[in-house]
């Protein structure tokens, strides 16, 4: 059974860059969709960036678009989120999510299936 491993967030200051990751362990995410999301205290957990197999098409939520780069290197299983310019704003614990049937690139949290236990972001002032 495919299991999701984030790593890379931290205590950081406003205007900093991070690097998150996701491994896949236990199988391969390298034919599946994966997204990264997020939920900040009190909020609901919303998409900040998503891609299909390939990583060939990518998609950015609202509220990092402009700040933050999906990438894939489906040789290691792994998929990163580069996130740049961070502000207070961006603390909250950051998931990735793999969709076990689905290729093509996916905004819709329900076909998310596969979960990772998240890692912390936060962003100092």
């Known amino acids: 059974q495919v299991q999701l491993a984030e790593s890379g967030g931290g205590l950081v200051q406003a205007g900093a860059s991070l690097r998150l990751s996701c491994a896949a362990s236990g199988g391969t995410i390298t034919g599946n969709a994966v997204g990264w999301f997020r939920q900040a205290p009190g909020k609901e957990r919303e998409i900040v960036a998503a891609t299909n197999w390939s990583g060939g098409s990518v998609y950015y939520g609202e509220s990092m678009r402009g700040r933050v780069t999906i990438s894939r290197d489906n040789a290691k299983n792994i998929v990163h989120l580069q996130t740049d310019r961070l502000n207070p704003d961006d603390t909250a614990v950051y998931y990735c999510?793999?969709?076990?049937?689905?290729?093509?690139?996916?905004?819709?949290?329900?076909?998310?299936?596969?979960w990772g236990q998240g890692t912390q972001l936060t962003v100092s002032s």
């Open positions: 999510a793999a969709a076990a049937r689905r290729r093509t690139i996916t905004t819709d949290i329900g076909d998310y299936d596969i």
